[in-house]
């Protein structure tokens, strides 16, 4: 390649001289004419190192295809042909450097399987998230003893004796509908010997007493759990009065009367007891207790016009029984004694 760019460099310079301008403007010296062998021997000379250039480089890149200034060169050239290498000096020269670029297939050599190196250092980097993942494994297994958070809840939700009275006074309820006496029984019996049992003695006492077993009732109402609770007291009167113990079912409700309007069914019991008790002004002091919180009960009214009329108070006892008689609410057995009363009375 140097020898071939020595070679054009020379054959620029000569062009440039004055008397190839000359040939550019169609001006042939004498001195040119009188020598034409010189310009053979420039183009033999020119032709010699371009093609020794060119096998050269065929010689260099093994190339299949000749270089074009090879096959585009031939020796015996005019002059007009040297003319077009003098006007285009430097355009030869660059397309013999350009075709050089043609073996560039080098970059398809570039091995692109090498990155695999790469690609390696990506599975060790993906491999390692997953160690991480791995990790909380352990983690995970530590919410074990939320198997043990009901715990709390149960010490929050821990039952008064009051509550348990109240959830077994349930369950007692159900299992007497059932007729399952015996194991309702049993099961009061667990619960009072670890506390009073108000409400569960209260319910079992009171089925008793409609099953007509007025003895098993009292069992469960001694008078130790009866004077604390007005409730049992009441079914322990009862049940005494049902066993014919009247001064005792007496002596029982009179032991902490409720103050008025608290408990009526307890001081109704109390007065009709009374007056069965042949103290028939007291009756007569509980019916007008009554009849002062509702004076619109006319059974109330009756129980004051009997007392009275036991008492001999007869005025009043007409007075009350008249009032009975305005009033509804009376069966029609009372309401017949109501009306011969009056009228014995008012006869009388």
Known sequence: MSLLNDALRAAEQRQNRPE???AYTGQVS???????WLWAIVLLLAAGVIAVSAYWFQAQTSSEKPPALVSATPVAESEPVLADVERQPAREPELSVESDPEPVPEPEITRIPEPAVPEQKKQVIVEQPVAKVAQPEPELS?????????EPQVKQIRETPKSIDLRVSRELASLLRSGATREAEQRLQQL???QPAIASREVFARQMLVQGMPGRALVWLPESAAASDAGLRLLRARALHASSDLPGAVA????????AGQNMEYRVTLATLLQQAGRSAEAARQWSVLIAQDDSRAAWWVGLAIALETGGEVT???????????????????????????????AG
């Open 252 to 259: 029982t409700l009179e032991r902490d009367v409720p103050a």
């Open 142 to 150: 530590a919410p074990k003893p939320a198997a043990d958070a009901p």
């Open 316 to 346: 009043g006892a007409v007075r009350a029984y008249g009032q009975a008689a305005q009033l509804p609410g009376l069966s029609p057995s009372l309401a017949d004694y109501v009306r011969e009363r009056l009228k014995t009375l008012q």
């Open 192 to 194: 009072a010997a670890s």
């Open 20 to 22: 190839v301008a000359g």
């Open 30 to 36: 004498a001195k040119d004419r009188g020598k034409p």
